[in-house]
């Protein structure tokens, strides 16, 4: 598969203006759904779902990696009972994106990028501290860009209603149902 970008996508929903915006600019995009963080299998398939009928949309390759919540909430243990937005989030960011690149580097893909910042609710300074660490490490380039700005959070609930995606109202794992929050 050759492809110069890799966008982590996180839900369909959030992807519809990352991913549209990312080819506009020149990039060949393929979308990278990592999230064993999503609970439950459910609600995985759900997302899964969606993801590729949004890729179906864009034209693009679409890379469904294996649910494996086990390996996420390894990751995440120390921080666990943490609240939204502290240190479990940050931990579960870097596992995100981690896993992406890790993909990109197997595939012979030279950027990543994210559709993390779209979210009202996400610190995109973490995201873009953790992304420019991992990217550095591993001699990647990474694609910042606050999605969210701009009205881009609009635009992708206005889009994904169009395109009649689920949208659901908690970031995924199962430690953020307690927190239910409509996006």
């Not at 590729?52 to 679409?62: P, S, T």
């Not at 990751?75 to 989030?89: H, K, M, S, T």
């Amino acid at each position: 598969m050759t492809c110069d970008l890799l966008l982590h996508v996180c839900c369909a929903p959030d992807a519809t203006v990352p991913w549209p915006a990312l080819s506009e600019e020149g990039y060949s995009v393929s979308g990278y759904f990592y999230s064993s963080n999503i609970h439950p299998r459910s609600e995985f398939e759900k997302r899964v779902r969606d993801v590729r009928g949004l890729a179906g949309v864009m034209g693009g390759k679409c890379i469904i990696a294996p649910y494996e919540p086990m390996n996420w909430l390894r990751a995440v243990r120390a921080d666990i009972l943490g609240p939204e937005g502290g240190a479990r989030c940050t931990r579960c960011i870097r596992e995100q994106l981690l896993a992406t690149a890790g993909e990109a580097v197997a595939r012979g893909i030279g950027s990543i990028s994210t559709t993390l910042t779209i979210s009202p609710h996400k610190d995109i300074s973490v995201i873009d501290r953790v992304g420019r660490e991992i990217c550095g490490d591993l001699g990647l380039q990474w694609v910042f860009r606050a999605w969210r700005k701009k009205g881009g959070f609009r635009l992708s609930v206005e889009r994904s209603t169009r395109m009649d995606f689920y949208r659901q109202n908690y970031c995924g794992c199962v430690m953020s149902i307690r927190n239910e929050r409509s996006e």
